[in-house]
């Protein structure tokens, strides 16, 4: 080969590692979960850090508005039967941006904060506070449960012309994974990845 054969080889393999490790950094994933237990109840405090992809940031400026939903799930293992769900949470939040005002909009369940940049925005749609996950009374003290979080863009709030393309395009699939972590009524928990 040829010593412009193979510089132009590494050329093209270092813009590909680069565009993959580029591609890869696009998602949501969790940074903190912590539950704290505040008179009968159990609040769920976390962060997600938020990218989007390019062509997601581009349909956020031309007016589509995006919804996230994030998942609580606290299951208890018995080994004679399947999985006990002692408790299950859902919550939608909504980022649209207003051209007039060159603001971005965020709401979740009665809350609702603007932002100037879209990195602000993504903060705050990952930024989970005081969310109520869990009734004391929904869990025995004495026994021990898997507690699992994510969150992930909400493809079937999209308009129904953007869902066909969104189904078809990994671009606009962007989800966490799901964290589990241990959590026991007695003691702390807490996660920080």
């Known amino acids: 080969m040829s010593q412009s054969i193979k510089q132009f080889t590494l050329c093209i393999l270092i813009a590909l590692s680069l565009f993959s490790a580029a591609a890869r950094a696009e998602g949501i994933k969790l940074k903190t979960a912590d539950l704290e237990?505040?008179?009968?109840?159990?609040?769920?405090?976390?962060?997600?850090?938020?990218?989007?992809?390019?062509?997601?940031?581009?349909?956020?400026?031309?007016?589509?508005?995006?919804?996230?939903?994030?998942?609580?799930?606290?299951?208890?293992?018995?080994w004679y039967w399947f999985d006990e769900k002692s408790a299950l949470a859902q919550r939608s939040t909504r980022l649209s941006y207003q051209p007039m005002t060159q603001q971005y909009r965020i709401a979740s369940e009665g809350f609702a904060f603007s932002a100037n940049t879209i990195f602000e925005a993504l903060q705050a749609v990952g930024s989970i506070g005081d969310w109520r996950v869990i009734d004391a009374g929904q869990i025995d003290s004495s026994k021990s449960y898997t507690a699992a979080l994510r969150m992930s863009l909400d493809l079937g709030k999209l308009p129904k012309p953007l869902q066909v393309n969104a189904l078809n395009n990994r671009d606009w699939n962007i989800t966490s994974d799901w964290v589990r972590f241990p959590f026991s009524p007695n003691g702390p928990n807490f996660i920080k990845r």
Not at 51 to 78: C, H, M, N
Request: charged share 30%; hydrophobic share 40%; no cysteine.
């Open 37 to 78: 237990r505040v008179d009968n109840d159990w609040l769920l405090n976390a962060t997600f850090k938020i990218e989007l992809t390019p062509g997601l940031e581009d349909a956020v400026q031309k007016g589509v508005v995006l919804y996230f939903q994030t998942e609580f799930d606290l299951t208890r293992s018995r």
